[in-house]
Protein backbone atom coordinates (compact mmCIF):
# COMPACT_ATOMS: atom_id res chain seq x y z
CA UNK A 1 0.00 0.00 0.00
CA UNK A 2 1.51 3.35 -1.14
CA UNK A 3 0.77 5.73 1.54
CA UNK A 4 0.96 9.45 0.05
CA UNK A 5 2.36 12.58 2.26
CA UNK A 6 -0.68 15.07 2.18
CA UNK A 7 2.18 17.36 2.80
CA UNK A 8 3.94 17.27 -0.41
CA UNK A 9 0.91 18.55 -2.76
CA UNK A 10 0.25 22.00 -3.19
CA UNK A 11 -3.17 22.86 -1.76
CA UNK A 12 -4.16 24.97 -5.11
CA UNK A 13 -3.54 21.46 -6.62
CA UNK A 14 -5.81 19.52 -4.70
CA UNK A 15 -9.45 19.27 -5.63
CA UNK A 16 -10.82 16.63 -3.51
CA UNK A 17 -9.41 16.01 0.02
CA UNK A 18 -10.66 13.90 2.36
CA UNK A 19 -9.80 13.35 6.07
CA UNK A 20 -10.52 10.83 8.92
CA UNK A 21 -13.77 10.42 6.65
CA UNK A 22 -16.26 8.00 8.38
CA UNK A 23 -19.33 6.62 7.64
CA UNK A 24 -21.70 4.92 9.92
CA UNK A 25 -25.09 3.92 9.59
CA UNK A 26 -27.40 3.96 12.58
CA UNK A 27 -29.56 0.85 13.13
CA UNK A 28 -30.49 -1.79 15.29
CA UNK A 29 -26.91 -2.98 14.86
CA UNK A 30 -24.49 0.11 13.05
CA UNK A 31 -22.94 -0.13 10.45
CA UNK A 32 -19.70 1.09 9.81
CA UNK A 33 -19.02 1.75 5.88
CA UNK A 34 -16.30 4.21 5.50
CA UNK A 35 -13.39 4.11 8.28
CA UNK A 36 -10.70 6.39 8.73
CA UNK A 37 -10.44 7.56 4.63
CA UNK A 38 -7.85 9.87 3.99
CA UNK A 39 -6.79 11.01 0.67
CA UNK A 40 -6.22 13.63 -1.81
CA UNK A 41 -6.86 13.56 -5.48
CA UNK A 42 -5.10 16.49 -8.05
CA UNK A 43 -6.30 18.90 -10.56
CA UNK A 44 -6.41 17.11 -13.92
CA UNK A 45 -5.47 13.43 -12.70
CA UNK A 46 -7.61 10.21 -14.22
CA UNK A 47 -8.46 8.44 -11.08
CA UNK A 48 -9.81 4.94 -10.57
CA UNK A 49 -11.90 3.52 -7.57
CA UNK A 50 -12.25 -0.10 -7.49
CA UNK A 51 -13.61 -2.22 -5.01
CA UNK A 52 -16.20 -5.59 -4.56
CA UNK A 53 -19.84 -4.39 -4.18
CA UNK A 54 -21.15 -3.41 -0.39
CA UNK A 55 -17.30 -2.07 -0.13
CA UNK A 56 -18.18 1.02 0.49
CA UNK A 57 -16.92 2.65 -3.19
CA UNK A 58 -20.33 4.49 -4.27
CA UNK A 59 -20.95 5.98 -0.58
CA UNK A 60 -18.15 6.76 -0.78
CA UNK A 61 -18.35 8.51 -3.85
CA UNK A 62 -21.97 10.24 -2.72
CA UNK A 63 -20.12 11.22 -0.23
CA UNK A 64 -17.16 13.20 -2.16
CA UNK A 65 -20.20 14.41 -4.57
CA UNK A 66 -22.06 16.45 -1.36
CA UNK A 67 -25.09 13.98 -1.86
CA UNK A 68 -24.79 12.31 1.25
CA UNK A 69 -22.62 13.73 4.46
CA UNK A 70 -20.28 12.03 6.13
CA UNK A 71 -21.24 11.35 9.58
CA UNK A 72 -17.07 12.84 11.03
CA UNK A 73 -14.17 13.74 9.10
CA UNK A 74 -14.17 17.01 6.72
CA UNK A 75 -14.42 16.79 2.97
CA UNK A 76 -13.15 19.53 0.93
CA UNK A 77 -13.83 20.48 -2.66
CA UNK A 78 -12.09 22.76 -4.55
CA UNK A 79 -10.77 24.27 -1.43
CA UNK A 80 -13.85 24.63 0.30
CA UNK A 81 -15.02 22.89 3.48
CA UNK A 82 -18.52 21.31 2.76
CA UNK A 83 -19.08 20.76 6.52
CA UNK A 84 -19.40 25.09 6.21
CA UNK A 85 -22.12 24.73 3.66
CA UNK A 86 -25.51 24.65 4.10
CA UNK A 87 -27.73 22.99 1.51
CA UNK A 88 -28.06 26.00 -0.66
CA UNK A 89 -24.89 26.38 -0.62
CA UNK A 90 -23.89 23.02 -1.60
CA UNK A 91 -26.35 22.70 -4.52
CA UNK A 92 -24.57 25.42 -6.29
CA UNK A 93 -21.12 23.69 -5.30
CA UNK A 94 -22.68 21.25 -7.21
CA UNK A 95 -23.78 22.32 -10.25
CA UNK A 96 -20.76 24.39 -10.67
CA UNK A 97 -17.92 22.29 -9.69
CA UNK A 98 -19.07 18.47 -10.10
CA UNK A 99 -20.43 16.49 -13.11
CA UNK A 100 -22.45 13.42 -11.91
CA UNK A 101 -22.10 10.34 -14.50
CA UNK A 102 -23.97 7.56 -13.02
CA UNK A 103 -24.73 3.84 -14.48
CA UNK A 104 -28.02 4.64 -15.50
CA UNK A 105 -28.14 7.81 -17.36
CA UNK A 106 -31.44 9.79 -15.59
CA UNK A 107 -31.77 11.66 -18.35
CA UNK A 108 -35.32 13.79 -18.23
CA UNK A 109 -37.48 11.68 -20.73
CA UNK A 110 -39.58 15.08 -21.37
CA UNK A 111 -37.20 16.75 -22.77
CA UNK A 112 -34.54 16.22 -25.90
CA UNK A 113 -30.96 15.24 -25.39
CA UNK A 114 -29.97 18.83 -26.29
CA UNK A 115 -32.29 20.13 -23.84
CA UNK A 116 -31.22 17.62 -20.78
CA UNK A 117 -27.74 19.02 -21.22
CA UNK A 118 -28.42 22.75 -21.34
CA UNK A 119 -30.79 21.48 -17.32
CA UNK A 120 -27.39 22.37 -15.42
CA UNK A 121 -26.60 25.71 -17.26
CA UNK A 122 -30.89 26.47 -16.88
CA UNK A 123 -30.52 25.64 -13.17
CA UNK A 124 -27.77 28.67 -12.21
CA UNK A 125 -27.67 30.75 -15.63
CA UNK A 126 -31.22 30.96 -17.32
CA UNK A 127 -31.60 30.57 -20.77
CA UNK A 128 -28.35 29.54 -22.70
CA UNK A 129 -25.87 32.16 -23.92
CA UNK A 130 -24.42 31.69 -28.07
CA UNK A 131 -21.74 30.61 -26.42
CA UNK A 132 -23.26 27.62 -24.45
CA UNK A 133 -25.03 26.89 -27.08
CA UNK A 134 -21.81 26.26 -28.84
CA UNK A 135 -20.75 24.30 -26.12
CA UNK A 136 -23.39 21.96 -26.05
CA UNK A 137 -22.66 21.79 -29.63
CA UNK A 138 -19.10 20.83 -29.76
CA UNK A 139 -20.21 18.82 -26.55
CA UNK A 140 -22.56 16.60 -29.13
CA UNK A 141 -19.79 16.07 -31.68
CA UNK A 142 -17.37 15.06 -29.02
CA UNK A 143 -19.44 12.40 -28.46
CA UNK A 144 -20.38 11.33 -31.59
CA UNK A 145 -24.26 12.16 -31.07
CA UNK A 146 -25.20 15.60 -33.00
CA UNK A 147 -27.12 13.87 -35.12
CA UNK A 148 -29.91 12.76 -32.11
CA UNK A 149 -29.04 15.86 -30.28
CA UNK A 150 -32.93 16.94 -30.88
CA UNK A 151 -34.41 13.17 -30.34
CA UNK A 152 -36.36 13.04 -27.16
CA UNK A 153 -33.85 11.21 -24.28
CA UNK A 154 -36.54 8.24 -24.58
CA UNK A 155 -35.66 7.93 -28.35
CA UNK A 156 -32.04 7.27 -28.44
CA UNK A 157 -30.08 4.00 -27.84
CA UNK A 158 -28.78 3.35 -24.59
CA UNK A 159 -25.14 4.08 -25.29
CA UNK A 160 -26.39 7.42 -27.00
CA UNK A 161 -28.32 8.26 -23.25
CA UNK A 162 -25.29 7.92 -21.79
CA UNK A 163 -23.14 9.91 -23.92
CA UNK A 164 -25.83 12.64 -23.76
CA UNK A 165 -25.46 12.16 -19.71
CA UNK A 166 -22.06 12.63 -20.17
CA UNK A 167 -22.02 15.81 -21.86
CA UNK A 168 -25.03 17.24 -19.68
CA UNK A 169 -21.74 16.26 -16.37
CA UNK A 170 -19.87 18.66 -18.78
CA UNK A 171 -21.64 21.85 -19.90
CA UNK A 172 -20.96 23.48 -16.89
CA UNK A 173 -16.99 22.86 -17.04
CA UNK A 174 -16.62 21.03 -13.80
CA UNK A 175 -13.30 20.33 -12.07
CA UNK A 176 -14.81 17.38 -11.18
CA UNK A 177 -16.19 14.44 -13.13
CA UNK A 178 -17.64 11.71 -10.25
CA UNK A 179 -18.56 8.52 -12.43
CA UNK A 180 -20.17 5.58 -10.51
CA UNK A 181 -20.29 2.67 -12.88
CA UNK A 182 -20.78 4.66 -15.65
CA UNK A 183 -20.62 1.73 -18.24
CA UNK A 184 -22.19 -0.60 -15.94
CA UNK A 185 -25.32 -1.00 -18.25
CA UNK A 186 -23.37 -1.03 -21.91
CA UNK A 187 -21.50 -3.56 -23.57
CA UNK A 188 -18.05 -3.46 -23.99
CA UNK A 189 -17.43 -1.84 -27.50
CA UNK A 190 -19.34 1.32 -26.41
CA UNK A 191 -17.69 1.12 -22.71
CA UNK A 192 -14.37 1.63 -24.87
CA UNK A 193 -15.92 4.58 -26.55
CA UNK A 194 -16.66 5.91 -23.44
CA UNK A 195 -12.86 5.86 -21.54
CA UNK A 196 -11.45 7.19 -24.67
CA UNK A 197 -13.87 10.25 -24.38
CA UNK A 198 -13.28 10.64 -20.76
CA UNK A 199 -9.63 10.71 -21.56
CA UNK A 200 -9.85 12.87 -23.98
CA UNK A 201 -11.85 15.41 -22.10
CA UNK A 202 -9.26 14.73 -19.25
CA UNK A 203 -6.60 15.95 -21.69
CA UNK A 204 -8.45 18.58 -23.17
CA UNK A 205 -10.37 20.51 -20.18
CA UNK A 206 -8.07 19.32 -17.37
CA UNK A 207 -10.89 17.93 -15.60
CA UNK A 208 -10.24 15.56 -12.64
CA UNK A 209 -11.87 12.53 -13.07
CA UNK A 210 -12.86 9.68 -10.50
CA UNK A 211 -14.56 7.25 -11.65
CA UNK A 212 -15.74 3.82 -9.49
CA UNK A 213 -16.05 0.57 -11.03
CA UNK A 214 -15.14 -3.29 -10.54
CA UNK A 215 -14.26 -3.79 -13.74
CA UNK A 216 -10.22 -4.07 -12.78
CA UNK A 217 -9.67 -3.88 -16.83
CA UNK A 218 -10.72 -0.29 -16.50
CA UNK A 219 -9.56 0.56 -13.66
CA UNK A 220 -5.94 0.06 -14.99
CA UNK A 221 -6.44 2.30 -17.83
CA UNK A 222 -6.42 5.24 -15.32
CA UNK A 223 -3.11 7.19 -13.55
CA UNK A 224 -3.74 5.99 -10.13
CA UNK A 225 -5.98 3.08 -8.87
CA UNK A 226 -7.33 3.86 -5.28
CA UNK A 227 -8.90 0.14 -4.02
CA UNK A 228 -11.84 0.41 -0.89
CA UNK A 229 -12.03 -2.79 0.79
CA UNK A 230 -14.56 -2.96 4.03
CA UNK A 231 -14.70 0.79 3.80
CA UNK A 232 -10.73 0.85 4.19
CA UNK A 233 -8.63 2.21 1.55
CA UNK A 234 -6.37 -1.13 0.81
CA UNK A 235 -4.33 0.34 -2.31
CA UNK A 236 -3.45 3.13 -3.62
CA UNK A 237 -1.09 2.90 -6.73
CA UNK A 238 -0.24 5.53 -8.63
CA UNK A 239 1.38 4.96 -12.43
CA UNK B 1 -36.64 30.31 -14.80
CA UNK B 2 -36.82 26.51 -14.81
CA UNK B 3 -39.28 25.67 -12.44
CA UNK B 4 -42.22 27.21 -14.33
CA UNK B 5 -40.61 25.31 -18.13
CA UNK B 6 -40.31 21.74 -15.83
CA UNK B 7 -43.84 22.47 -14.52
CA UNK B 8 -45.13 23.31 -17.66
CA UNK B 9 -43.26 20.21 -19.66
CA UNK B 10 -44.59 17.88 -16.87
CA UNK B 11 -47.87 18.49 -17.40
CA UNK B 12 -47.79 18.03 -21.54
CA UNK B 13 -45.66 15.22 -21.35
CA UNK B 14 -48.56 13.37 -19.84
CA UNK B 15 -51.34 14.83 -21.44
CA UNK B 16 -54.25 11.87 -20.97
CA UNK B 17 -53.49 12.79 -16.99
CA UNK B 18 -53.43 16.44 -16.99
CA UNK B 19 -56.45 16.75 -19.19
CA UNK B 20 -58.53 14.50 -17.06
CA UNK B 21 -57.73 16.51 -13.83
CA UNK B 22 -58.35 19.82 -15.70
CA UNK B 23 -62.04 18.20 -16.88
CA UNK B 24 -62.34 17.12 -13.03
CA UNK B 25 -61.41 21.12 -11.54
CA UNK B 26 -63.23 22.70 -14.55
CA UNK B 27 -66.71 20.04 -13.43
CA UNK B 28 -66.08 21.28 -9.67
CA UNK B 29 -65.77 24.65 -10.55
CA UNK B 30 -68.80 24.68 -12.93
CA UNK B 31 -70.91 23.46 -10.38
CA UNK B 32 -69.51 25.96 -7.83
CA UNK B 33 -70.28 28.87 -10.52
CA UNK B 34 -73.47 27.51 -11.26
CA UNK B 35 -74.96 26.96 -8.04
CA UNK B 36 -73.48 29.84 -6.34
CA UNK B 37 -74.88 32.52 -9.13
CA UNK B 38 -78.45 30.05 -8.73
CA UNK B 39 -78.52 31.07 -4.85
CA UNK B 40 -76.90 35.14 -5.51
CA UNK B 41 -80.01 35.27 -8.19
CA UNK B 42 -82.79 33.27 -5.75
CA UNK B 43 -81.56 36.30 -3.29
CA UNK B 44 -81.61 39.17 -4.83
CA UNK B 45 -84.90 37.81 -6.15
CA UNK B 46 -86.27 37.78 -2.47
CA UNK B 47 -85.21 40.57 -1.24
CA UNK B 48 -86.80 42.24 -4.66
CA UNK B 49 -89.81 40.92 -4.03
CA UNK B 50 -89.93 41.60 -0.54
CA UNK B 51 -88.56 45.43 -0.30
CA UNK B 52 -88.58 46.09 -3.98
CA UNK B 53 -91.74 47.93 -3.98
CA UNK B 54 -91.39 49.49 -0.37
CA UNK B 55 -88.95 51.53 1.85
CA UNK B 56 -85.69 50.89 3.19
CA UNK B 57 -86.51 52.95 6.12
CA UNK B 58 -89.55 54.97 7.31
CA UNK B 59 -89.97 58.05 9.65
CA UNK B 60 -93.02 58.37 11.50
CA UNK B 61 -94.08 59.85 14.32
CA UNK B 62 -93.87 58.82 17.75
CA UNK B 63 -96.44 60.87 19.46
CA UNK B 64 -100.30 59.77 19.49
CA UNK B 65 -101.16 62.78 17.04
CA UNK B 66 -99.74 60.47 14.22
CA UNK B 67 -98.83 63.98 12.16
CA UNK B 68 -95.31 65.64 11.16
CA UNK B 69 -95.38 69.29 10.68
CA UNK B 70 -92.59 71.37 9.61
CA UNK B 71 -91.50 68.61 7.28
CA UNK B 72 -89.85 70.30 4.68
CA UNK B 73 -87.00 70.47 6.67
CA UNK B 74 -86.60 67.13 7.78
CA UNK B 75 -86.51 65.98 4.19
CA UNK B 76 -83.74 68.24 3.38
CA UNK B 77 -82.00 67.01 6.69
CA UNK B 78 -82.69 62.93 5.79
CA UNK B 79 -81.45 63.81 1.94
CA UNK B 80 -78.10 65.11 3.03
CA UNK B 81 -77.41 61.26 5.20
CA UNK B 82 -74.66 59.14 3.59
CA UNK B 83 -76.10 56.02 1.89
CA UNK B 84 -79.64 57.79 0.99
CA UNK B 85 -81.02 57.21 -2.65
CA UNK B 86 -84.53 58.09 -2.46
CA UNK B 87 -87.00 60.06 0.12
CA UNK B 88 -90.74 60.50 -0.32
CA UNK B 89 -93.06 61.78 2.43
CA UNK B 90 -96.66 60.48 2.65
CA UNK B 91 -100.21 61.10 4.19
CA UNK B 92 -101.90 57.95 5.36
CA UNK B 93 -104.77 56.58 7.10
CA UNK B 94 -107.08 54.05 7.92
CA UNK B 95 -110.88 54.58 6.20
CA UNK B 96 -113.51 52.14 4.74
CA UNK B 97 -114.08 52.10 0.79
CA UNK B 98 -118.06 51.52 0.26
CA UNK B 99 -119.66 50.50 -3.01
CA UNK B 100 -123.20 50.14 -2.84
CA UNK B 101 -123.98 47.92 0.44
CA UNK B 102 -120.29 46.87 0.86
CA UNK B 103 -117.56 48.22 2.85
CA UNK B 104 -114.00 47.49 2.90
CA UNK B 105 -111.28 48.32 5.35
CA UNK B 106 -108.44 50.58 3.30
CA UNK B 107 -105.41 52.39 3.72
CA UNK B 108 -105.44 55.46 1.77
CA UNK B 109 -101.68 56.58 1.26
CA UNK B 110 -101.03 60.31 -0.27
CA UNK B 111 -98.31 59.94 -1.87
CA UNK B 112 -95.99 62.12 -4.06
CA UNK B 113 -95.96 60.05 -6.70
CA UNK B 114 -95.97 62.94 -9.17
CA UNK B 115 -92.55 63.85 -8.45
CA UNK B 116 -91.18 61.15 -6.57
CA UNK B 117 -91.96 57.61 -7.38
CA UNK B 118 -88.63 55.83 -6.57
CA UNK B 119 -89.99 53.87 -3.74
CA UNK B 120 -93.16 52.63 -4.89
CA UNK B 121 -92.70 53.01 -8.51
CA UNK B 122 -96.53 53.16 -8.61
CA UNK B 123 -96.29 54.34 -12.50
CA UNK B 124 -94.90 50.77 -13.55
CA UNK B 125 -97.41 49.09 -11.90
CA UNK B 126 -100.46 50.73 -13.35
CA UNK B 127 -101.76 48.26 -15.89
CA UNK B 128 -104.99 50.00 -16.85
CA UNK B 129 -106.08 53.85 -16.27
CA UNK B 130 -103.46 57.04 -15.93
CA UNK B 131 -101.98 58.39 -11.91
CA UNK B 132 -104.42 60.17 -9.97
CA UNK B 133 -104.95 63.55 -9.72
CA UNK B 134 -106.95 65.82 -7.32
CA UNK B 135 -109.96 63.69 -5.99
CA UNK B 136 -109.04 60.83 -7.62
CA UNK B 137 -107.80 57.45 -6.74
CA UNK B 138 -105.76 54.15 -7.76
CA UNK B 139 -106.97 50.92 -6.40
CA UNK B 140 -105.15 47.50 -6.44
CA UNK B 141 -106.37 44.43 -8.47
CA UNK B 142 -107.58 42.24 -5.65
CA UNK B 143 -110.01 44.84 -4.69
CA UNK B 144 -110.91 46.00 -8.26
CA UNK B 145 -111.93 41.98 -8.77
CA UNK B 146 -113.50 41.95 -5.27
CA UNK B 147 -115.81 45.18 -6.31
CA UNK B 148 -116.23 44.72 -9.76
CA UNK B 149 -114.91 48.68 -10.62
CA UNK B 150 -113.97 50.36 -13.47
CA UNK B 151 -112.04 53.18 -13.95
CA UNK B 152 -113.80 56.70 -13.65
CA UNK B 153 -116.35 54.28 -11.23
CA UNK B 154 -116.97 56.59 -7.89
CA UNK B 155 -115.91 55.21 -4.84
CA UNK B 156 -117.22 56.23 -1.65
CA UNK B 157 -114.37 56.77 1.70
CA UNK B 158 -115.75 56.75 5.05
CA UNK B 159 -113.16 58.05 7.96
CA UNK B 160 -113.06 57.21 11.60
CA UNK B 161 -113.88 60.59 12.14
CA UNK B 162 -117.41 59.97 10.22
CA UNK B 163 -116.53 61.77 7.18
CA UNK B 164 -117.12 60.65 3.54
CA UNK B 165 -115.70 61.71 0.34
CA UNK B 166 -116.20 61.03 -3.12
CA UNK B 167 -113.42 59.52 -5.04
CA UNK B 168 -113.20 58.46 -8.70
CA UNK B 169 -110.92 55.47 -9.72
CA UNK B 170 -108.58 56.60 -12.34
CA UNK B 171 -107.10 53.22 -12.70
CA UNK B 172 -105.75 50.21 -11.12
CA UNK B 173 -102.25 49.14 -10.08
CA UNK B 174 -100.76 45.62 -8.74
CA UNK B 175 -97.95 45.84 -6.75
CA UNK B 176 -97.72 41.74 -6.73
CA UNK B 177 -98.76 41.40 -3.23
CA UNK B 178 -102.30 40.65 -2.52
CA UNK B 179 -102.56 42.21 0.94
CA UNK B 180 -101.32 45.81 -0.73
CA UNK B 181 -103.46 45.05 -3.51
CA UNK B 182 -106.11 44.72 -1.43
CA UNK B 183 -105.90 47.87 1.23
CA UNK B 184 -104.07 50.94 -0.39
CA UNK B 185 -105.99 53.41 -2.38
CA UNK B 186 -102.99 55.74 -3.39
CA UNK B 187 -103.77 59.56 -4.50
CA UNK B 188 -101.89 62.64 -3.70
CA UNK B 189 -100.68 64.15 -0.69
CA UNK B 190 -103.61 66.99 -1.47
CA UNK B 191 -106.60 64.58 -1.53
CA UNK B 192 -105.67 62.32 1.24
CA UNK B 193 -105.00 66.15 3.59
CA UNK B 194 -108.71 67.02 2.30
CA UNK B 195 -110.02 63.54 3.42
CA UNK B 196 -108.96 63.04 6.35
CA UNK B 197 -109.16 67.54 7.32
CA UNK B 198 -105.49 67.23 7.74
CA UNK B 199 -103.39 70.73 6.82
CA UNK B 200 -99.70 71.15 5.65
CA UNK B 201 -98.14 67.87 7.47
CA UNK B 202 -97.25 64.28 6.35
CA UNK B 203 -97.45 60.69 8.60
CA UNK B 204 -94.42 59.68 6.99
CA UNK B 205 -91.38 60.03 5.63
CA UNK B 206 -89.56 57.30 3.60
CA UNK B 207 -86.34 56.60 2.43
CA UNK B 208 -84.42 54.07 0.23
CA UNK B 209 -80.72 53.58 1.06
CA UNK B 210 -78.13 52.25 -1.78
CA UNK B 211 -77.18 48.76 -0.10
CA UNK B 212 -80.80 47.57 1.66
CA UNK B 213 -78.33 45.53 3.91
CA UNK B 214 -76.88 49.21 5.45
CA UNK B 215 -80.80 49.80 6.10
CA UNK B 216 -79.97 49.50 10.10
CA UNK B 217 -76.81 51.26 9.95
CA UNK B 218 -77.95 54.32 7.62
CA UNK B 219 -81.33 54.55 10.11
CA UNK B 220 -78.77 55.59 13.29
CA UNK B 221 -77.28 57.65 10.97
CA UNK B 222 -80.73 59.45 9.95
CA UNK B 223 -81.50 59.25 13.42
CA UNK B 224 -78.41 61.25 14.84
CA UNK B 225 -79.22 63.94 11.92
CA UNK B 226 -83.17 64.46 13.05
CA UNK B 227 -82.44 64.52 16.62
CA UNK B 228 -86.06 64.58 17.29
CA UNK B 229 -87.95 62.53 20.27
CA UNK B 230 -90.68 62.71 18.51
CA UNK B 231 -89.98 60.61 15.74
CA UNK B 232 -89.99 57.07 14.94
CA UNK B 233 -86.95 55.58 12.59
CA UNK B 234 -87.74 51.87 11.65
CA UNK B 235 -85.65 49.70 8.84
CA UNK B 236 -86.82 46.92 6.89
CA UNK B 237 -84.07 44.57 8.51
CA UNK B 238 -85.88 45.27 11.96
CA UNK B 239 -89.39 44.68 10.55
CA UNK B 240 -88.21 41.39 8.39
CA UNK B 241 -86.34 39.72 10.86
CA UNK B 242 -87.42 36.17 9.67
CA UNK B 243 -87.16 36.69 6.13
CA UNK B 244 -83.36 38.11 6.68
CA UNK B 245 -82.26 35.06 9.18
CA UNK B 246 -83.60 32.89 5.96
CA UNK B 247 -81.19 34.68 3.67
CA UNK B 248 -78.41 34.27 5.90
CA UNK B 249 -79.19 31.07 5.99
CA UNK B 250 -79.14 30.68 2.63
CA UNK B 251 -75.90 32.54 2.83
CA UNK B 252 -74.67 30.60 4.55
CA UNK B 253 -75.63 27.14 2.85
CA UNK B 254 -74.42 28.28 -0.39
CA UNK B 255 -71.36 29.06 1.47
CA UNK B 256 -70.45 25.56 2.88
CA UNK B 257 -71.25 23.97 -0.96
CA UNK B 258 -69.17 25.78 -2.56
CA UNK B 259 -66.65 25.65 0.12
CA UNK B 260 -66.94 21.83 -0.29
CA UNK B 261 -66.65 22.03 -3.64
CA UNK B 262 -63.22 24.14 -3.38
CA UNK B 263 -61.95 21.47 -0.85
CA UNK B 264 -62.63 18.71 -3.01
CA UNK B 265 -60.63 20.34 -5.75
CA UNK B 266 -57.67 21.26 -3.38
CA UNK B 267 -58.12 17.42 -2.75
CA UNK B 268 -58.15 16.20 -6.21
CA UNK B 269 -55.51 18.36 -7.00
CA UNK B 270 -53.13 17.90 -3.64
CA UNK B 271 -53.59 14.38 -4.10
CA UNK B 272 -52.56 13.93 -7.56
CA UNK B 273 -49.71 15.87 -7.56
CA UNK B 274 -48.71 14.32 -4.52
CA UNK B 275 -48.43 10.73 -7.11
CA UNK B 276 -46.89 12.98 -9.68
CA UNK B 277 -43.69 13.65 -7.21
CA UNK B 278 -43.54 10.17 -6.86
CA UNK B 279 -43.83 9.08 -10.60
CA UNK B 280 -40.72 12.01 -11.06
CA UNK B 281 -39.20 11.43 -8.27
CA UNK B 282 -35.89 10.42 -10.60
CA UNK B 283 -36.04 13.20 -12.42
CA UNK B 284 -35.74 15.53 -9.43
CA UNK B 285 -33.52 13.33 -7.66
CA UNK B 286 -31.19 13.90 -10.19
CA UNK B 287 -32.39 17.66 -10.89
CA UNK B 288 -30.87 18.18 -7.21
CA UNK B 289 -27.70 15.87 -8.15
CA UNK B 290 -27.56 18.75 -10.35
CA UNK B 291 -27.73 21.53 -8.40
CA UNK B 292 -31.00 22.62 -8.17
CA UNK B 293 -31.85 24.36 -4.89
CA UNK B 294 -34.84 22.91 -2.86
CA UNK B 295 -37.05 25.67 -3.31
CA UNK B 296 -36.65 25.53 -6.77
CA UNK B 297 -37.98 21.52 -6.58
CA UNK B 298 -41.06 22.43 -4.85
CA UNK B 299 -41.84 25.73 -6.92
CA UNK B 300 -42.22 22.97 -9.61
CA UNK B 301 -45.25 21.68 -8.02
CA UNK B 302 -46.79 24.99 -7.16
CA UNK B 303 -46.70 25.68 -10.64
CA UNK B 304 -48.13 22.60 -11.30
CA UNK B 305 -50.91 23.58 -9.25
CA UNK B 306 -51.67 27.19 -10.17
CA UNK B 307 -51.39 25.70 -14.31
CA UNK B 308 -54.33 23.50 -13.51
CA UNK B 309 -56.13 25.31 -11.68
CA UNK B 310 -55.23 28.06 -14.58
CA UNK B 311 -56.76 25.63 -16.94
CA UNK B 312 -59.47 23.88 -14.49
CA UNK B 313 -60.77 27.22 -13.31
CA UNK B 314 -61.33 28.93 -16.66
CA UNK B 315 -62.90 26.04 -18.31
CA UNK B 316 -64.70 25.54 -15.63
CA UNK B 317 -66.41 29.14 -15.55
CA UNK B 318 -66.73 28.74 -19.17
CA UNK B 319 -68.89 25.92 -18.40
CA UNK B 320 -70.78 27.04 -15.77
CA UNK B 321 -71.39 30.42 -17.44
CA UNK B 322 -72.94 27.89 -20.46
CA UNK B 323 -74.74 25.97 -17.94
CA UNK B 324 -76.54 28.85 -16.67
CA UNK B 325 -76.94 30.21 -20.50
CA UNK B 326 -78.83 27.50 -21.60
CA UNK B 327 -80.99 27.54 -17.98
CA UNK B 328 -81.63 30.82 -19.04
CA UNK B 329 -82.55 30.11 -22.35
CA UNK B 330 -84.90 26.95 -21.50
CA UNK B 331 -86.20 27.85 -18.24
CA UNK B 332 -87.61 31.33 -19.57
CA UNK B 333 -91.15 30.54 -17.66
CA UNK B 334 -89.61 30.22 -14.77
CA UNK B 335 -90.09 32.99 -11.83
CA UNK B 336 -86.77 32.72 -11.11
CA UNK B 337 -84.74 34.97 -12.87
CA UNK B 338 -81.08 34.12 -13.36
CA UNK B 339 -78.80 37.04 -13.75
CA UNK B 340 -74.66 36.50 -14.26
CA UNK B 341 -72.61 38.29 -11.84
CA UNK B 342 -69.74 39.07 -13.25
CA UNK B 343 -67.70 40.40 -9.85
CA UNK B 344 -69.02 36.32 -8.15
CA UNK B 345 -67.10 34.92 -11.50
CA UNK B 346 -64.29 36.63 -11.48
CA UNK B 347 -63.84 35.83 -7.26
CA UNK B 348 -64.78 32.53 -8.29
CA UNK B 349 -61.47 32.74 -10.50
CA UNK B 350 -59.26 34.10 -8.17
CA UNK B 351 -60.63 31.91 -5.25
CA UNK B 352 -59.80 28.28 -7.73
CA UNK B 353 -56.04 29.54 -8.50
CA UNK B 354 -55.55 30.54 -4.79
CA UNK B 355 -56.82 27.06 -3.84
CA UNK B 356 -54.94 24.86 -6.51
CA UNK B 357 -51.75 26.86 -5.86
CA UNK B 358 -52.43 26.06 -2.17
CA UNK B 359 -53.09 22.10 -3.20
CA UNK B 360 -49.59 22.41 -4.84
CA UNK B 361 -48.01 22.98 -1.46
CA UNK B 362 -48.22 19.59 -0.10
CA UNK B 363 -46.66 18.19 -2.99
CA UNK B 364 -43.94 21.11 -3.34
CA UNK B 365 -42.80 19.84 0.43
CA UNK B 366 -42.54 16.96 -0.70
CA UNK B 367 -40.55 17.19 -3.52
CA UNK B 368 -38.27 19.33 -1.35
CA UNK B 369 -37.68 16.96 1.08
CA UNK B 370 -37.00 14.50 -1.48
CA UNK B 371 -33.17 13.68 -0.87
CA UNK B 372 -31.00 12.47 -4.28
CA UNK B 373 -28.95 9.77 -2.76
CA UNK B 374 -32.39 8.18 -2.08
CA UNK B 375 -32.94 7.81 -5.65
CA UNK B 376 -29.78 6.96 -6.95
CA UNK B 377 -28.94 4.19 -4.61
CA UNK B 378 -32.08 2.66 -5.17
CA UNK B 379 -31.70 3.71 -8.64
Redesign the interface.
Known sequence: MAEQDLSTVPSADKVIELRKVNKVYKGAVDTQVLADIEFTIERGTFNSLIGASGSGK?TLL?II?T??RPTSGKVIISGKDTAKLN??QL??????TIG?V???H?L????TAMENVL??Y???G?NPTKEVLARADELFELMGIDKVKNNLSTKMSGGQQQRTAIA?ALINRPDIILA?EPTGNLDSESTLNIYKIFREINKMYKTTFLIVTHDRRIAEEADRILEIKDGRIVMDLRR | MLAPRLAVRFLSSSKGQTTLIAIGIAIAISVQVFVGTLIISLQSGLLNDTIGRSPHITITSADENITIGNWGNLVTTVKGVGGVTAVSVSVDSNAFAIKENRSEPVLIRGLDINNNDKIYRINSAIYQGVRPGKGQVLIGKDLQILLGSKTGDVLTVATAKGTRNNLTISGFYDLSVSNINMAWLITDLDTARSVFGYGDIITSIELRVKDPYTADSVAKKVTAALNDPHLKVVNWKDQNKALLSGLQAQSASSGLIQGFILVSVIITIASILAITVLQKSKQIGILKAMGIKDRDASLIFLFQGSLLGLIGSVLGIVLGVGLLVSFITFAKGSPLKLSIDYIFLFESWVIAMVSSTFAGLLPARRSAGLSPIEVIRNG
Request: neutral net charge.
Open positions: SNGLDKNAELRNRFFQFYLPEFIPNIYGRD
